[in-house]
């Protein structure tokens, strides 16, 4: 209800204003700017997704003064700190970086984010800007219509700064304008109240605007031209702080448990920060006087003085809560535990990820992995093994051939939809989400590869329950050539898997593609059929017609299985760094070319 009624109040307002005040149009249009050139920045700064902002973020917050310097870099660059815990939040869900360092980068950010108060008020309402916007427009506007996709991101820069200059301007303006017909001073409050209630005004302001710069920038136009009292002003910074904190609640709706954590930390932050200025608030601005002397500003000079209680309200947030961050880490543990649902879910994709093509990327990566996990899992359950046949030095052979123990009966339906389906089908959606946001041909190349190593797993498990039934007949059978052809099927799969498994850890490419052309050497080498063994064993009497008929079908969903698992090993296993088409044509073998990889190795041997 409360959704429904919001938007036609603002509308009713608004236009009420408009009506009673052209100098509140003047305000209010200044206001719709400079959000719009927020909107631009982001978009700009979105164009260059996938590249000097993801790396660095990867390299640099490995140490949580590393992460406290990142984030203040990232918001004084970007002049939003919602916009960087918005990203903190969706690399975070990716599982790029750890829930501490997430913290270190908002908390960073922050402190940042004071930087636009400095130059709003030292440089923004001294000269006249709306003489700099003007150029930025018009070069923004010539570099968005450009093809190449950095000049068109530099070009949504700064047309973004401009239209920020210009909103700036038309704010000042109208706020100067406006004193001529009521002094908003006649309605300042005095003492706690006061704080209270600004503090109040300030929270409303910027949840309605979605930006603590835009109420910062009002505040100070506002001071500037004495339409609001020094202490008021100071209780509304407050307010924009705490207020700004919407932005990343609302980003981690739709992330993982570790984003609500960071959200939730960065509201900890704002609100403990908030509460202590707002009860030691005289203390405070006798600080400010003594800082502002110290660095030579003013004594009347109130603007840059509120720029002083800007940095100073951030820096003691992040002196007050760095230390105690591991014991806010298992609070936020504790108060958010991550649940073991029936039915597995995505760990790492979230909505803040798809728009970022280096986020998106990793997040499909990660999860697809732990997909990976999950379908060995379920296939050495299918087979009736432990999952230590895979480790390297592992003795396939000897372990299934010599093993007398029951074979379990796994029901693979039930664990196919709970643990592989639905990863799969959240893989599935997150990928056609994240399409619309992959800026270069190659990121979509690799998501849609991605999503084919899904479906290879998807098909293995299924060719696992086909062969299941049989193999809890067979693989106990009287009747050890039908025994042992079934144990020969679980040791080639199980051979496959430990190969993988080598690949996964290991570093030389070259070995890898070579390492998946001889797997598929090895299972066409082996074929029951094509080796004329089947018709061998029907022809001296060693199997029955029904056994034949049933090795001629599994026979197929064996291969299909390890087939599938080597094409899957090839995109998911080799370097990302490595191109897609070279991945992809290094499982794409054709009967021909392994048919010449075999001469070669023949040749190479009889030499």
């Not at 997430?102 to 908390?107: L, R």
Request: proline share 2%; aromatic share 8%.
């Amino acid at each position: 209800m409360i959704k429904k009624i919001f938007l036609p109040t603002i509308f009713l307002v608004l236009t009420y204003g408009f009506w009673l005040s052209p100098d509140f149009k003047v305000i209010t249009a200044g206001v719709a700017i400079f959000l719009f050139g927020m909107l631009a920045l982001e978009q700009g700064f979105n164009a260059f997704a996938g590249g000097a902002l993801e790396r660095t973020l990867r390299k640099s917050t490995n140490k949580m003064w590393k992460s406290l310097t990142f984030g203040f870099t990232a918001a004084t660059v970007m002049q939003s700190s919602s916009l960087v815990s918005v990203i903190t939040i969706s690399f975070l869900s990716a599982g790029l970086i750890g829930l501490v360092e997430g913290m270190g980068i908002i908390f960073g950010a922050n402190v940042g984010s004071t930087t636009g108060a400095w130059l709003i008020a030292g440089f923004g309402l001294k000269v006249k800007i709306s003489a700099y916007a003007m150029p930025m427009l018009v070069f923004g506007v010539i570099f968005i219509f450009q093809k190449s996709k950095f000049l068109k991101g530099f070009g949504y820069i700064l047309a973004g700064l401009g239209f920020l200059f210009l909103g700036i301007h038309y704010m000042k303006e109208g706020f100067e304008a406006f004193q001529n017909q009521i002094s908003l001073t006649d309605y300042a409050v005095e003492g706690f109240g006061g704080v209270l209630v600004f503090t109040l005004i300030g929270i409303l302001a910027t949840i309605i605007m979605q930006s603590s710069h835009a109420t910062l920038v009002l505040v100070i136009t506002a001071l500037s031209v004495q339409q609001v009292t020094y202490g008021n002003a100071l209780a509304l910074v407050i307010g924009a702080n705490v207020g700004t904190t919407i932005t990343a609640v609302l980003g981690s709706l739709t992330s993982n448990t570790d984003g609500k954590r960071l959200a939730l930390s960065d509201v900890l932050f704002k609100v403990t920060a908030g509460i202590v200025f707002m009860l030691a608030m005289n203390p405070v601005i006798g600080l400010v006087d003594m800082v502002s002397t110290t660095i030579g500003i003013a004594e009347d000079d109130h603007t840059l003085k509120l720029a002083v209680f800007h940095t100073i309200f951030n820096v003691t947030g992040v002196i007050i809560m760095v230390p105690f961050t591991g014991r806010l880490v298992a609070f936020l543990v504790r108060v958010m535990p991550t649940k073991a649902p029936q039915v597995e879910k995505a760990r790492y994709l979230s909505s803040a990820s798809a728009e970022i093509p280096a986020a998106a990327i990793e997040a499909v990566r990660k999860e697809t992995v732990r997909l990976y996990d999950l379908s060995v899992d379920t296939i050495i359950r299918g087979l009736s093994l432990n999952k230590s046949v895979l480790a390297a030095d592992s003795k396939i052979d000897d372990i299934i051939n010599n093993s007398s123990n029951i074979i379990l009966q796994q029901n693979i339906d039930d664990i196919y939809v709970r643990r592989i389906k639905s990863i799969y089908a959240d893989i599935v959606e997150f990928i056609s989400q994240s399409q619309s946001s992959m800026g270069a041909p190659g990121h979509l190349d690799r998501l849609l590869l991605l999503r084919e190593v899904g479906r290879d797993l998807v098909e293995t498990i299924k060719g696992i329950k086909h062969l299941q039934k049989n193999l809890n007949i067979y693989t106990l059978s009287a009747n050890s050539d039908i025994r042992q052809e079934y144990n020969n099927m679980r040791i080639q799969i199980c051979r496959v898997l430990q190969e993988l498994e080598v690949i996964r850890a290991g570093e030389d490419e070259s070995a890898t593609i070579l390492s998946l052309d001889q797997l598929k050497v090895e299972i066409n080498e082996k074929d029951i059929i094509k080796t004329g063994r089947l018709d061998r064993l029907i022809r001296e009497h060693r199997i029955s017609a029904p056994m034949a008929i049933s090795l001629m079908n599994d026979s197929a969903y064996y291969q299909d299985i390890c087939r599938n698992l080597i094409h899957m090993g090839g995109i998911l296993f080799i370097s990302s760094d490595q191109s897609d088409e070279e991945a992809e044509n290094s499982v794409a073998l054709d009967e021909a070319e392994i048919k010449e990889v075999v001469d070669e190795y023949v040749e190479e041997a009889t030499k």
